[in-house]
């Protein structure tokens, strides 16, 4: 079965600090997609990205950046030098796939509280 | 950019009574949308999948009859919470998917108080 663990809670850092999110999933399938999003206080979810099983390429966007690695089944996010409005919580996701189709369910890790303080 | 309203955003109804939250795909066709649920400091939980012109697929757990969806166009879903009680308070989320299902747009949610 699918399932995606992220084992960080809660986490409080100080204005300009790195900080890393972990994310470790479970799954059977050779083709599944990865995703993170941020849920800001007012609920609402913010895309940040998708990653696909066959692409195991760093990204780097602007602050953010991203580790996977299939060998260790972790899809990790970094936030350098964070800024109180990072402040939110951050899900981790797996899309479900029977086969080669994908079937679109996310299936999301407990999500981790992220407090920047100034 | 591809945008999915909710309406209402927030709602409270007096437990026995029934509640009707609509989710819309405002710029894309979604064949597919999904209903997700969250209690107050807790993950996303997948309720349902609604395909347009067909009934919805529950996960297991989810009780079809008393969460009623129905995706009669391919720009509306909707999800009714029929006979409300306090422990159906909660975060309601939808989704729709596009480009293959690859691409999925979140509503900004529902947010529902039974007293």
């Known amino acids: 079965a699918q399932k995606v663990t992220q084992a960080q809670t809660e986490i409080s850092v100080v204005e300009k600090e790195d900080v890393t999110l972990d994310c470790v999933y479970e799954t059977r399938d050779t083709t599944y997609y990865l995703f993170w999003y941020k849920q800001p206080p007012s609920g609402e979810l913010v895309f940040l990205i998708r990653?696909?099983?066959?692409?195991?390429q760093n990204e780097i966007s602007g602050r953010y950046s991203w580790n996977f690695q299939k060998s260790t089944s972790s899809f990790n996010f970094t936030i350098t030098a964070s800024q109180v409005v990072d402040s939110a919580v951050y899900f981790c996701?797996?899309?479900?796939?029977?086969?080669?189709?994908?079937?679109?369910?996310?299936?999301f890790g407990q999500g981790t509280t992220l407090q920047v303080k100034p | 950019g591809a945008v999915v309203s909710q309406h209402p955003s927030w709602v409270i109804c007096k437990s026995g009574t029934s509640v009707k939250i609509e989710c819309r795909s405002l710029?894309?066709?979604?064949?597919?949308m999904f209903w997700y649920r969250q209690f107050p400091k807790q993950s996303l939980m997948l309720m349902a999948t609604?395909?347009?012109?067909?009934?919805?697929?529950?996960e297991q757990g989810v009780e079809k009859d008393k969460f009623l969806i129905n995706h009669a166009s391919l720009t509306l879903s909707t999800l009714t919470v029929t006979s409300a009680h306090p422990e159906d308070s909660s975060f309601y989320i939808c989704?729709?998917?596009?480009?293959?299902?690859?691409?999925?747009?979140f509503g900004p949610g529902t947010r529902l108080t039974v007293t």
């Open positions: 996701a797996l899309s479900e796939a029977h086969g080669s189709s994908n079937t679109g369910k996310l299936i």
């Open positions: 609604s395909n347009e012109g067909s009934k919805a697929t529950y």
């Open positions: 989704s729709a998917g596009k480009d293959g299902l690859y691409e999925q747009y």
């Open positions: 710029d894309f066709q979604a064949t597919t």
């Open positions: 990653r696909n099983s066959f692409d195991e």
